[in-house]
């Protein structure tokens, strides 16, 4: 059991449940998590894998497996939050009901407030069922002594054309007040929220699909915390909880097993409030050597080595033959226009493929030239450990041809920057860049 003093402003790059055994006990003031379903899935939820709803089969099998996987992770959070402390799990008809059973257990039945439905409509339908239009968000306390700051919500009483009495919403007792169409007051908020999905053309959108609206991290935040007090989202994403946090004058701690999502938030932090990274907050257990990248799931040392060489990691996988990632001149970063996604719709860009190997190789430069001329580039860069020579002579005599350039550049490289550094000067001679 830890001892030391809880770390605030802090993500921590890991797997939750090795990094809440370090945590010390009743130490938080309110978590909030937000769990994917399919937990040996979870680089693709995490990307927003369409097919990944549609790939269970069973789906009992599928909820008692993600129960398993869940409960140790929940024994911890229950630890570490204070006796004050309250818990809301978000999840969706996938598994909530299987997760009501599970926080009965380990929160006590006693102990369970609401149920909140989130509802929204963004998205598709079906003509064989009714439209899903809600998550459940579930809410614990660990005792009966917690913070509940009451939230309003506008109700409606009468129209203006009617005289109609008032209409009772249960504890609505505020002043009435007119607006379009009617008559309102202010009453106590419900459990069903109108909170609207983020959509396409929202402007906190960051592009992943999984990535929660902030009005409704706000809003348990407010209700649930006082300022000053602990958040902690150990399923954190794109860190939507940690800016609440943040914007409310709360501390926080974040926890996700993908770097990717880890450098995202560190970014997100910065671009809402300008924290920097090693002075404001820390991001702990990153991946720092070579050792530590030759065993990340492929699809996330991808995004690491993309990301690390200052590109976008490609939204859509693409297979092997495509392009993982795609970086963006420093010219057009600037020119970008206000309201573009983080993952830019300017075009001018240079390819990036990536390999987890130890010797890219001769056919995989091959691939990689033609995935660069369908694209009608004529600059790419290939990331990789370490390269075969039959590779470096090809992208030595492409140099020479002088129509397509390859760059090659290794994780090493990317770990003390120099990479980085190759990747911003094309005018470096490419054949200075390796002794052998
Ligand atoms: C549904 S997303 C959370 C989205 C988040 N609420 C937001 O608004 O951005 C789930 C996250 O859990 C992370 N995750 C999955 N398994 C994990 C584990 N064992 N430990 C820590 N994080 C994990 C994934 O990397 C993913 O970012």
Not at 225 to 233: A, M, P, R, T
Not at 301 to 320: E, M, S, T, Y
Not at 336 to 357: A, N, R, T
Not at 415 to 423: C, I, P, R, T, V
Request: proline letters at 4%; hydrophobic letters at 35%.
């Amino acid at each position: 059991m830890a001892k030391h003093q809880l770390k605030t402003q802090i993500i921590y790059c890991g797997d939750n449940l090795e990094v809440l055994k370090d945590l010390p006990d009743e130490s938080v003031d309110l978590i909030y998590i937000d769990p994917p379903f399919n937990s040996n899935r979870n680089y693709e939820v995490f990307w927003g894998d369409t097919q990944e709803k549609r790939a269970f089969e069973d789906r009992f099998g599928d909820a008692a497996h993600y129960i398993d996987w869940m409960r140790p992770r929940v024994v911890e959070l229950h630890r570490v939050l204070k006796k004050t402390g309250s818990f809301y799990y978000h999840c969706d008809w996938h598994a909530s009901h299987y997760v009501k059973i599970l926080l009965d257990q380990i929160f006590d039945f006693n102990n369970f407030q609401n149920e909140i439905i989130w509802s929204y409509r963004t998205g598709g339908s079906s003509q064989k069922y009714w439209a899903r239009k809600h998550d459940s968000i579930l809410f614990y306390t660990k005792s009966d002594k917690y913070t509940f700051n009451s939230q309003k919500e506008k109700a409606y009483t009468k129209s203006k054309s009617r005289k109609a009495g008032a209409i009772d919403y249960g504890g609505g007792t505020a002043e009435f007040f007119e607006d379009e169409g009617g008559v309102y007051n202010w009453v106590n908020a419900r459990d069903v929220w109108d909170i609207p999905y983020i959509n396409s053309q929202s402007k906190e959108r960051l592009g992943y699909p999984t990535q929660k609206p902030s009005a409704l991290l706000e809003r348990i935040i407010e209700a649930s915390s006082n300022k000053g007090d602990v958040v902690l989202d150990a399923f954190c994403g794109c860190g939507t909880t940690l800016v609440a946090a943040q914007k409310l004058g709360r501390k926080w701690v974040g926890i996700d097993i993908s770097p990717t999502a880890c450098r995202v938030m560190a970014q997100r932090l910065y671009d809402n409030f300008r924290l920097e990274e090693d002075k404001d907050f820390t991001v702990a257990n990153m991946p720092r050597s070579e050792g530590d990248l030759r065993v990340l799931p492929p699809f996330e040392f991808q995004n690491w080595a993309v990301i690390a060489l200052g590109g976008i990691p490609n939204r859509v996988k693409v297979g092997d033959y495509g392009i993982d990632g795609k970086l963006y001149p420093i010219e057009q970063e600037r020119e970008k226009k206000e309201g573009q996604s983080l993952f830019g719709d300017v075009d001018v860009y240079y390819p990036i493929q990536v390999k987890q190997k130890d010797k890219a190789g001769r056919p995989d430069i091959d691939a990689f030239e033609t995935a660069i001329r369908r694209d009608k580039r004529r600059r790419g860069y290939f990331i990789a450990f370490d390269f075969s020579r039959d590779a470096l002579t090809e992208m030595k005599r492409l140099d020479k041809e002088g129509e397509i350039e390859i760059r090659p550049i290794t994780v090493r490289e990317l770990l003390d920057k120099s990479g980085f550094e190759k990747a911003v000067t094309w005018s470096f001679p490419y054949s200075l860049i390796r002794a052998n």
